[in-house]
């Protein structure tokens, strides 16, 4: 069954065709009119109240859907999560960084949530899933210790921003220590006060502008630079010299446990989560800051940058996997080559979202699928596809992980 769905037209969003989003929907939809000017952040496929989907056919809901017809999300899937489809999956064009942020495990989204329901509006967790559909740059867990401190030594702005007596205990700290006084300087680092933050990021920049290329990028100055024409004056900004700094390139994935940090900088991907919304937020952003909670809920686990990157696994020639530790959502890589004609897909346990990325094809005799078709399947269906027109069909497909 081929779904509407949702688009959420966030500021940091890629401007009309530059955008994935606004082009899938395009494609799939000719009389969709794309307005130049308009960001297109992200293509929402759930039952998220925040951005539903609907069945194009029966004019209802998936939810309602669900709702009426339990059975086609799977037994397992039932007797974990009822009557609810337990993921949101997604596409997002990134034009400017998001906020760094964090997402609650289930037990302190659920104390976040009775605190105050206003800010943190559902219990749920909220792991996720990124995989790049284009060469993509994000901020992801703590960098090595020896990274941190290297940057400490560099950067005299830096330590005043953290204050010298806490910069002094972090970099005399050894390996199997650094975890405590990490949390105290990062902690003092957001907790600054805004005028200093603003003086000290005047400072570096001008210092940057005189230092060579190679100094400029070992201190990474235009991803500073480029922070800071978004977000002027933010504490966010120094936070490229305590997460790694990543580029992944299309089809490499991200996961992002609970307590994680983490900010997206600019690029295209597929993301995969948990049917919520919450969100922990500290710096490069407009929107209520909660510092206090954030630091408080890091795990402050200092890990190499390739270490952030979670592995797929092929299931078979057409289908890479990439399989959380979660029961909420996994999602699968579906590339089906121009020359292999037809494919049947592995069918799940779960109910699942399909979008196609490039290509056209058909199922079921004569549907035609294509670039920014979305489809809900039922759970354990069969699903043959054939290959129109010459070309590979890049899909990806999101399901329960059970």
């Known amino acids: 069954m081929e779904l509407i769905c949702a688009v959420q037209n966030y500021d940091w969003g890629k401007y009309g065709r530059d955008s994935i989003v606004a082009s899938l929907i395009k494609t799939s939809n000719p009389n969709f009119v794309i307005n130049e000017e308009k960001p297109y952040a992200e293509l929402w496929m759930g039952t998220h109240v925040n951005g539903p ?218 993301e995969c989560m948990a049917c919520s919304d919450n969100i922990v937020r500290a710096g490069l952003t407009p929107k209520l800051k909660d510092v206090k909670t954030l630091t408080e809920m890091l795990t402050y686990k200092c890990e190499p940058d390739f270490a952030k990157k979670f592995p797929g696994y092929c299931e078979d020639n057409c289908t890479e996997i990439f399989q959380p530790p979660v029961p909420d959502f996994a999602v699968a890589k579906i590339l089906i080559p121009c020359d292999k004609m037809e494919y049947e897909l592995i069918p799940r346990k779960s109910a699942s979202i399909i979008i196609v990325i490039n290509g056209k094809g058909k199922i079921r005799s004569s549907q035609i699928i294509q670039r920014g078709t979305i489809l809900f399947v039922h759970a354990n269906e069969k699903l043959l596809v054939k290959i129109v027109e010459n070309c590979s069909l890049l899909m990806f497909q999101a399901f329960a992980n059970v």
């Open 53 to 270: 989907s609907y069945l194009m056919e029966k004019n209802i809901s998936l939810e309602k859907y669900i709702e009426e017809n339990t059975n086609v999300l799977g037994s397992e899937v039932e007797q974990i999560f009822q009557s609810s489809l337990p993921f949101l999956f997604k596409v997002l064009s990134v034009r400017k960084a998001l906020s760094i942020q964090v997402h609650p495990d289930k037990k302190k989204a659920e104390e976040l949530h009775l605190f105050d329901p206003t800010i943190y509006k559902d219990s749920n967790h909220k792991p996720e899933l990124m995989i790049a559909l284009t060469e993509f740059e994000t901020l992801c867990g703590f960098r090595p210790i020896e990274e941190i401190k290297k940057y400490l030594e560099l950067l005299p702005e830096l330590r005043a921003l953290i204050g010298d007596d806490l910069v002094h205990e972090f970099m005399i700290t050894n390996d199997s220590e650094y975890r405590e006084p990490l949390k105290k300087c990062f902690r003092s680092l957001m907790m600054c006060e805004h005028n200093l933050v603003i003086e000290q990021l005047k400072h570096l920049l001008e210092r940057l502008s005189h230092l060579d290329i190679s100094s400029q990028q070992l201190l990474n100055a235009d991803l500073l630079r480029k922070l800071d024409s978004y977000f002027p004056g933010d504490i966010g900004c120094f936070g490229i010299y305590m997460f790694n700094y990543i580029t992944l390139q299309p089809g490499e994935a991200v996961y992002i446990a609970p307590n994680e940090p983490h900010a997206y900088i600019y690029g295209d991907c597929i």
